[in-house]
């Protein structure tokens, strides 16, 4: 075992899992990743203090100053319940001199907002869905080079939030009306891409310089009816009821084309490069019925739990969970601020 370590976990002050939970608990709970890594790594001899992290800096300076932690193992998604925030914190956690795991401020910033990302993929010859954005506030007007069938997202907030089946749009009138609810149910500006009709790829890598792929894991569904798009909306990301009604799985991809199977590493790591992430990050494609993959974006710090895609592929890859969490720790330790300069 790696020598014992004070590690501060920075969890949202609304997933803190309890010391003790009910195992009956343990499957379904909203704070199920938070309480994998923190016990995973308490098991491996760490001493582990976790922070619940609402609107206060403060808290994080504090906490620092009694624990004195070697790294922090940051699971933070937002800060203030602002998605793009969460660059601050660990520009924060520069200022402070305190190694962190996960993704530095400039990735972080690169691959957060989905337009933005998808221009600096574009400079890099990398293959991504056309897009436009259309902010809140502003007339709308979709540009003439943009082509059904689309799909809607929120420019910048993450797990799926406001995607569903309706998010495919096939006209004018559907792309704004979709367009709409993004501006006032969820308060985000919304960018609609290209839909790449074909199967949801996802592929894991952990690395600062040197990089290490994990295998291709494909989104399936085993009771979706034959017509329905093959996305990975907000219920199939967070409803364990939908789930099961619709059969969804993430296992290793079989069959890919040989092109594909050769392609797709090699592009995962063209993109972490090009949007400078360190650590960790799952990069989604969609692979079209040519077996051409298309780069959707960049998941830095993607989920973390136990039998999750990324972990299980870490661990098809030969990495189990306490091995991941290690090189993760391990990485945030060895990673230096100015390599961003």
Same mark, same amino acid.
């Given at each position: 075992?790696?020598?014992?370590?004070?590690?501060?976990?920075?969890?949202?002050?609304?997933?803190?899992?309890?010391? *003790?939970?009910?195992? #009956?608990?343990?499957?379904?709970?909203?704070?199920?990743?938070?309480?994998?890594? +923190?016990?995973?790594?308490?098991?491996?001899?760490?001493?582990?203090?976790?922070?619940?992290?609402?609107?206060?800096? &403060? /808290?994080?300076?504090?906490?620092?100053?009694?624990?004195?932690? =070697?790294?922090?193992?940051?699971?933070?998604?937002?800060?203030?319940?602002?998605?793009?925030?969460?660059?601050?914190?660990? #520009?924060?956690? @520069?200022?402070?001199?305190?190694?962190?795991?996960?993704?530095?401020?400039?990735?972080?910033?690169?691959?957060?907002?989905? /337009?933005?990302?998808?221009?600096?993929?574009?400079?890099?010859?990398?293959?991504?869905?056309?897009?436009?954005?259309?902010?809140?506030?502003?007339?709308?007007?979709?540009?003439?080079?943009?082509?059904?069938?689309?799909?809607?997202?929120?420019?910048?907030?993450? &797990?799926?939030?406001?995607?569903?089946?309706? #998010?495919?749009? *096939?006209?004018?009138?559907?792309?704004?009306?979709?367009?709409?609810?993004?501006?006032?149910?969820?308060?985000?500006?919304?960018?609609?891409?290209?839909?790449?009709?074909?199967?949801?790829?996802?592929?894991?890598? +952990?690395? *600062?310089?040197?990089?290490?792929?994990?295998?291709?894991? @494909?989104?399936?569904?085993?009771?979706?009816?034959?017509?329905?798009?093959?996305?990975?909306? @907000?219920? +199939?990301?967070?409803?364990?009821?939908? =789930?099961?009604? +619709?059969?969804?799985?993430? #296992?290793?991809?079989?069959?890919?084309?040989?092109?594909?199977?050769?392609?797709?590493?090699?592009?995962?790591?063209?993109?972490?490069?090009?949007? =400078?992430?360190?650590?960790?990050?799952?990069?989604?494609?969609?692979?079209?019925?040519?077996?051409?993959?298309?780069?959707?974006?960049?998941?830095?710090?993607?989920?973390?739990?136990? &039998?999750?895609?990324?972990?299980?592929?870490?661990?098809?890859?030969?990495?189990?969970?306490? @091995?991941?969490?290690?090189?993760?720790?391990?990485?945030?330790?060895?990673?230096?601020?100015?390599?961003?300069?």
């Amino acid at each position: 075992m790696k020598r014992p370590l004070r590690i501060l976990a920075l969890v949202d002050e609304r997933l803190k899992p309890p010391e *003790n939970p009910r195992t #009956s608990e343990l499957k379904t709970a909203d704070w199920k990743m938070e309480y994998d890594v +923190v016990a995973t790594l308490a098991n491996a001899g760490h001493e582990v203090h976790t922070l619940g992290v609402g609107s206060d800096l &403060g /808290a994080i300076r504090d906490a620092i100053e009694e624990r004195k932690p =070697q790294v922090a193992f940051n699971l933070l998604e937002d800060f203030h319940g602002v998605p793009i925030y969460d660059q601050n914190v660990v #520009s924060y956690l @520069e200022l402070l001199q305190v190694p962190y795991t996960g993704c530095n401020p400039r990735g972080l910033l690169l691959s957060r907002d989905k /337009a933005i990302s998808k221009m600096l993929l574009a400079s890099h010859r990398i293959p991504t869905p056309e897009f436009a954005v259309f902010r809140r506030g502003q007339r709308f007007r979709r540009p003439a080079r943009l082509r059904f069938p689309l799909i809607v997202k929120s420019l910048n907030k993450e &797990g799926s939030v406001g995607i569903s089946q309706a #998010s495919i749009v *096939n006209n004018d009138e559907e792309l704004a009306a979709r367009v709409k609810l993004m501006h006032e149910r969820h308060g985000t500006h919304a960018i609609a891409e290209q839909y790449v009709d074909g199967r949801e790829l996802y592929v894991g890598i +952990v690395g *600062n310089d040197r990089l290490q792929v994990f295998p291709t894991w @494909e989104l399936g569904f085993k009771n979706l009816p034959d017509e329905a798009p093959r996305i990975a909306t @907000e219920r +199939v990301k967070w409803s364990p009821a939908y =789930q099961k009604k +619709v059969g969804v799985s993430t #296992s290793a991809a079989k069959d890919l084309p040989n092109g594909a199977a050769l392609a797709i590493p090699r592009l995962a790591k063209r993109v972490y490069r090009a949007l =400078q992430l360190n650590g960790y990050a799952r990069i989604d494609m969609r692979l079209d019925a040519e077996g051409r993959p298309f780069v959707l974006e960049a998941n830095p710090n993607p989920q973390l739990a136990y &039998g999750e895609d990324f972990a299980e592929s870490a661990e098809q890859a030969g990495l189990d969970y306490p @091995e991941l969490l290690q090189r993760i720790v391990q990485l945030g330790m060895s990673w230096s601020p100015e390599r961003t300069g």
